[in-house]
């Protein structure tokens, strides 16, 4: 009995310990933000200055812009293509099928700093060049895999006999796949929409190969930004996004209920 509650004392700790690890660092990231001094010096004295600092400095904006409607744009093209990609290879068996679908795993697998230097290759060799449209390019083909891997793995839980029984009520192959299939894998579409969305915006390696200047994403404008001092600017904007991602997260969780019914 005694041993129990130790061991259940210290897989609460360890829990706790982990907790902290994780997000003590975002804490007071967000906290310095409303510090006076830019240099972390204490004791902490509350401002907003760097929230209207924020909003005056061109570059970053432009960058969050840039890294907003790229995310975006990805995670629609992810989407699409993904689950439908899922869906053939759920339904239809061809030739090379299982070689297609181990081809997904290395895109995920291999060094961005390896993908980002074939594509800059690439894109040189067939004319693109680098720029904002180079990135979407690279974003859309590492984010592809992560969506048709959620949605396939969706699908296995998806009984066959429920389209079927769809069909022998009349039902068309588009009324099937849009009453029946797509409200069950639903939670498996949006799962890897979300992890496009992350894995465009967060991605600083091919974004960084693929850039120009003035043309650049959140990421590697942080990245400059920090090269030639760092600002609490930084923590400001990076506090918005934090907050912003939280509250989108809840959202999702809450309306369309990964967790299931209780």
Not at 52 to 65: E, H, K, P
């Amino acid at each position: 009995m005694a041993t129990t509650r130790i061991l259940e004392g210290l897989g609460r700790l360890y829990i706790w310990l982990l907790l902290a690890f994780l997000y003590l660092p975002i804490i007071i990231m967000a906290l310095m933000s409303f510090n006076v001094s830019p240099f972390y010096q204490l004791p902490f004295e509350w401002t907003t200055e760097w929230y209207a600092a924020l909003w005056q400095n061109d570059q970053l904006i432009a960058a969050t812009w840039n890294s907003i409607e790229i995310a975006v744009i990805t995670t629609l093209i992810c989407t699409v293509l993904g689950s439908a990609a899922s869906l053939a290879l759920y339904r239809y068996d061809f030739r090379g099928k299982k070689f297609l679908q181990a081809l997904l795993f290395p895109p995920i697998a291999i060094p961005w700093l390896i993908t980002g230097t074939a594509m800059l290759i690439f894109f040189f060799g067939v004319g693109i060049g680098r720029g904002l449209f180079a990135i979407l390019l690279g974003h859309v083909a590492l984010a592809l895999p992560y969506v048709i891997v959620v949605v396939s793995a969706r699908l296995q839980t998806f009984a066959p006999e429920l389209e079927e029984a769809a069909r022998s009520l009349g039902a068309n192959q588009w009324q099937v796949t849009s009453r029946v299939t797509l409200p069950w894998i639903m939670p498996g579409v949006i799962a890897g929409g979300l992890f496009a969305f992350a894995v465009s915006f967060d991605q600083f390696v091919v974004s960084y190969f693929l850039s120009t200047p003035g043309q650049t994403t959140l990421p590697v404008e942080i990245y400059a930004a920090i090269r030639k001092g760092f600002t609490p600017e930084i923590n400001a904007v990076s506090t918005i996004i934090i907050v912003v991602s939280m509250a989108l997260m809840l959202l999702t969780a809450r309306f369309f209920k990964f967790g299931g019914e209780k």
